[in-house]
């Protein structure tokens, strides 16, 4: 049997019942449509987390200093040499001791017995560059600025929560807390915190007030840097921080944006895959009933192509095509609505749509080898009629 003859057969086997083929065709074109959506939205979305992750995580570089007994690793003016590094964008350094926590905090001196006046909360100290480093605004006033912290001021920043807490709602009064028994004025609240959020439940003062509350040394750095910089600021921060001894700071950077794009975008795929392959078996199942349902309907013509000389791998191949073709169809129409559906997804949401190009071509590939895997036993069944009994 020739190859276009049976390639013609087929298409007339198909093209004889158009309603059913298409009816057909629409089960491997949900399975595909399912799987090239799922995959494309999955790529999408993890490009999506990683996106948000770089816009602050991928930034963020954090040196811990350990105390040292005999002088301070890092000292208060170091974050100025830290900064004038290139790919630097802000910095601070931060002094936080178990002295400065649960510390007794009160918005006023009066003692009254019917209500709760005082709260634990903790002190830390802080260079003037906090509120950049920890990517925070100034939801009112402002925060201390180098003069402050010359003069030694007793002025504080408070959390936004701190406030809320002690009842501070309006600063053009000056208003004071009293953190044992000093007083001191409150001239900003700090809020809206990309990172470091525990400082909305603490009270920020000068290094200059902080040894008052053991805060002498600086413990933390903290540190912005440009897109793309955390690696090479990771290893330069400790030696701009402590010439001679950057191999006792430990540096916390963030792990590598490729390598978190790559382990979300898996993530999410495996979910997506299993839902795609789902919707691919349903399509799969559907083409092997039908194709099983037209060789019981065409049983005469197999006796009568039998008996006029049809060998067995005939008959058994033209099911085969048939089936191999639905399938081929039907995988086309899914990519393609596939892809515009992802597009579509994509522009709706403002995202930047991932499709790779090898999940156009092989969608189509998939659709026909679940045709053909689906039309393998109705084929042997039809390949196995005899010819006298198929006439009968």
Do not use: C
């Amino acid at each position: 049997m020739h190859v276009r003859d049976l390639y013609d057969e087929a298409v007339a086997g198909m093209l004889a019942r158009p309603v059913r083929s298409a009816l057909t065709t629409l089960g491997t074109v949900l399975g595909i449509t399912t799987l090239v959506v799922t995959l494309g939205v999955a790529a999408t979305a993890g490009n999506q987390i990683v996106g948000r992750f770089d816009e602050l995580v991928a930034t963020a570089v954090t040196v811990e200093v350990p105390r040292n007994a005999h002088k301070p690793l890092v000292t208060w003016d170091a974050v100025d040499r830290l900064t004038r590094l290139r790919g630097v964008e802000s910095a601070a350094a931060v002094s936080e001791s178990e002295e400065g926590t649960n510390l007794s905090v009160r918005s006023n001196d009066l003692v009254d017995p019917t209500r709760v006046t005082a709260r634990s909360l903790t002190v830390l100290a802080a260079t003037t560059g906090l509120p950049q480093a920890v990517r925070g605004r100034m939801v009112q006033g402002r925060f201390y600025d180098a003069g402050h912290v010359q003069r030694a001021d007793r002025v504080a920043v408070i959390g936004d929560e701190t406030a809320r807490m002690l009842g501070v709602t309006r600063l053009d009064r000056a208003p004071a807390i009293f953190i044992g028994k000093h007083a001191y004025t409150v001239i900003g609240i700090l809020g809206d915190l990309g990172r470091e959020k525990n400082l909305s439940s603490a009270v920020v003062v000068p290094p200059t007030v902080g040894s008052r509350f053991g805060l002498r040394d600086v413990t933390r750095v903290l540190v912005n840097t440009s897109l793309g910089a955390a690696g090479l600021i990771a290893g330069q921060a400790p030696a701009a921080l402590s010439p001679g001894n950057g191999d006792m700071l430990q540096v916390i950077s963030p792990p590598s944006p490729t390598r978190a794009r790559d382990k979300a975008q898996d993530d999410v795929n495996a979910l997506f895959l299993i839902l795609g392959l789902v919707s691919l078996v349903v399509g799969a199942v559907g083409i092997a009933n039908v194709t099983l349902v037209t060789v019981m309907e065409r049983v005469p013509e197999i006796g009568l192509r039998r008996s006029l000389g049809a060998a067995r791998r005939h008959i058994a191949a033209q099911f085969l095509l048939e089936s191999t073709l639905i399938g081929l169809v039907g995988g086309v129409i899914g990519a393609s609505l596939g892809v515009v559906v992802v597009v579509a997804i994509a522009a709706t949401k403002q995202w930047t749509p991932l499709l790779d190009a090898w999940l156009a071509v092989a969608a189509p590939v998939a659709g026909a080898v679940v045709g053909l895997l689906a039309g393998l036993y109705p084929a042997l069944r039809a390949a196995r009629m005899e010819p006298v009994d198929a006439l009968r």
